[in-house]
């Protein structure tokens, strides 16, 4: 299988007409939930919580396993096996990192180098810290089961050599204007997506992956 090939940015196939209403209705929300954190005097105690359960929601897609109530049990002081204090931290840092990219953000914009910052925190000291936290891969690799080769993988990620002006085009994208932000994220999430049969479906009606 050959390496993935991101469709260059910003696209140029967009069925715009398809996506002004879902915009529309979503901006909305977005508009309605902002006020009402507007309306709290302390919002990090309204977001604590949602933070806390996106990072074990999402630090489950890599095999963590750790739950809200044994995250706050680490923190209260409550000792656990190494496994399971492993997944925990794993947790505690994927949170450490949201924190860290929301108050940057207030300031800057997404910046490869803010991305190489989170990816040392997301890294530190846990599964995984001896494979160069903060820094781009080097080297070709793929996702396919344990046994599973290059020519059997089930998708390859782009060419090493090839990933700086990859990763250039996206900084470019993400920090510049499109037709919206949220299809900015869109864009950007399915453009990215390592799927071997990815499709932008959900924003565009034309474009493939290559």
């Not at 005097?41 to 359960?53: F, G, I, Y």
Request: with cysteine; proline share 7%; hydrophobic share 35%.
């Amino acid at each position: 299988m050959k390496p993935y090939v991101p469709d260059p940015l910003p696209l140029k196939c967009l069925d715009v007409g398809r996506l002004i209403k879902r915009v529309g209705t979503a901006n909305a929300a977005i508009a309605r939930y902002d006020g009402l954190l507007q309306s709290v005097v302390n919002p990090s105690v309204m977001l604590s919580p949602l933070t806390q359960r996106e990072a074990v929601l999402s630090s489950k897609i890599e095999g963590t396993q750790a739950t809200v109530d044994e995250v706050l049990e680490y923190e209260a002081g409550i000792e656990f096996d190494p496994e399971k204090t492993n997944d925990i931290k794993e947790v505690v840092n994927y949170r450490k990192t949201l924190t860290l990219a929301s108050e940057s953000l207030t300031e800057r914009p997404i910046t490869l180098s803010l991305i190489k910052l989170m990816h040392s925190i997301l890294m530190d000291s846990v599964r995984g810290a001896d494979k160069s936290p903060g820094q781009f891969r080097i080297e070709q690799n793929w996702i396919g089961a344990a046994e599973s080769t290059i020519e059997t993988a089930k998708f390859v990620p782009p060419d090493p050599l090839q990933l700086p002006n990859h990763l250039e085009a996206f900084e470019k994208y993400i920090s510049g204007d499109d037709i919206d932000t949220l299809v900015q994220c869109a864009v950007v999430h399915a453009n990215n997506r390592p799927s071997p049969t990815r499709s932008v479906s959900k924003v565009s009606s034309t474009c493939t992956a290559k």
